[in-house]
């Protein structure tokens, strides 16, 4: 079965740094657009950041442009996202997520991992 795991998450101060990964098994990788999302608590789960299934174009939510890069590794079957300059307002449940090709719709989950920034 298809399985997305996320780790990296954790503590940090604000300016500070962390990367998410998210370990992908069970699919064919390379097929799939991969992205980020974040649910800050009370809040809707929002879009953060998106690769293309080749990692040739990423996309990114205004709130993290400049500061968040999207990255992956198709011959480890991994995803990265390397935050830097971290604010309070990125505190959120970050999760993984698999679209296949460009279908609009993703597919697959993970279980998120958390990102508590404090300032």
């Known amino acids: 079965q298809v399985q997305l795991v996320e780790s990296g998450g954790g503590l940090v101060q604000a300016g500070g740094s962390l990367r998410l990964s998210c370990a992908a098994s069970?699919?064919?990788?390379?097929?799939?657009?991969m992205g980020w999302f974040r649910q800050a608590p009370g809040k809707e789960r929002e879009f953060v950041s998106a690769?293309?299934?080749?990692?040739?174009?990423?996309y990114y939510a205004d709130s993290v442009k400049g500061r968040f890069t999207i990255s992956r590794d198709n011959a480890k079957n991994t995803m990265y996202l390397q935050m830097n300059s971290l604010k309070s307002e990125d505190t959120a449940v970050y999760y993984c997520?698999?679209?296949?090709?460009?279908?609009?719709?993703?597919?697959?989950w993970g279980q998120g991992t958390q990102v508590a920034v404090s300032s």
């Open positions: 997520a698999a679209q296949y090709g460009l279908s609009g719709t993703y597919d697959y």
């Open positions: 069970g699919l064919t990788f390379s097929s799939y657009t």
């Open positions: 690769i293309s299934s080749s990692g040739g174009s990423s």
